[in-house]
């Protein structure tokens, strides 16, 4: 059979990309990177999706490293996470340069265990202005991946998978739907608690993709 790599936060898009990369026909690989959170409830749920698709392995990838950097409200706790939502401004919760980090990690991966694919659940729509979730970030870095890997020099290269580019949060949330995506299982607030805050950006974007998608999300808000 042949597989893939998921890259898995635990998050809503993501595990869509579970979901998808399913459908396609791929033994499912997820890829988890615990980079210094906050809070480890994304790695959690992570295992709970993972555990959901009988996936043969689930890498759990410490990248805590990312703290000595920081730069970031998600991994420097004296930067706030922003609840404001300037339209305009690269939000506090960036990391950065972390997806080209991760899919650099994951193609190390996918080398190792003769992947064929990479899914990364990136969208240009919806996303919060963060550069390494563009269309061109991620065309560059499929051709570097494969120029850096032996698997790309004998010809057997991988492809980075972005299924979710063009699509809107309530477009992946009615993908996710039809394809059974296990939303309960997921976790999307920035600050990590037991029950998600329903203020910051990423709670906002995603009870605003259900919203429009004439779904109730499954998951607990404060309020
Ligand atoms: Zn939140």
New binding site residues.
């Given amino acids: 059979m042949k597989k893939a790599v998921v890259v898995l936060s635990g998050g809503l898009d993501s595990t869509t990309c579970m979901g998808i990369a399913k459908e396609k026909g791929y033994s499912l690989y997820p890829i988890t990177f615990h980079y210094g959170q906050r809070h480890n409830r994304e790695v959690e749920q992570a295992k709970k999706v993972a555990g959901h698709y009988h996936a043969p392995d689930h890498r759990i990838v410490n990248v805590s490293f990312l703290q000595q950097i920081g730069g970031s409200a998600l991994t420097d706790e004296s930067i706030e996470v922003r609840k404001d939502g300037d339209e305009d401004e690269i939000p506090s919760t960036y990391v950065p340069a972390r997806n080209m980090i991760f899919l650099a990690l994951a193609s190390a991966y996918a080398e190792v265990i003769g992947a064929e694919a990479i899914y990364i659940g990136v969208s240009a729509v919806d996303y919060s202005g963060y550069p390494d979730c563009r269309p061109e970030f991620i065309k560059s870095m499929s051709e570097t991946v494969n120029l850096a890997t032996k698997a790309g020099t004998t010809g057997e290269n991988f492809q980075i998978e972005a299924p979710l580019m063009h699509l809107t949060k309530k477009e992946t949330i009615e993908e996710g739907v039809r394809l059974n995506v296990p939303y309960e299982l997921t976790t ?4 990590g608690e037991e029950v ?5 950006d ?2 906002r974007l995603r009870l605003k993709g259900f919203e429009e998608a004439g779904k109730k999300d499954p998951i607990q808000y404060v309020r």
Wanted: glycine share 10%.
């Fill in positions: 999307s607030c920035y600050i998600a805050c329903g203020e910051c990423s709670c």
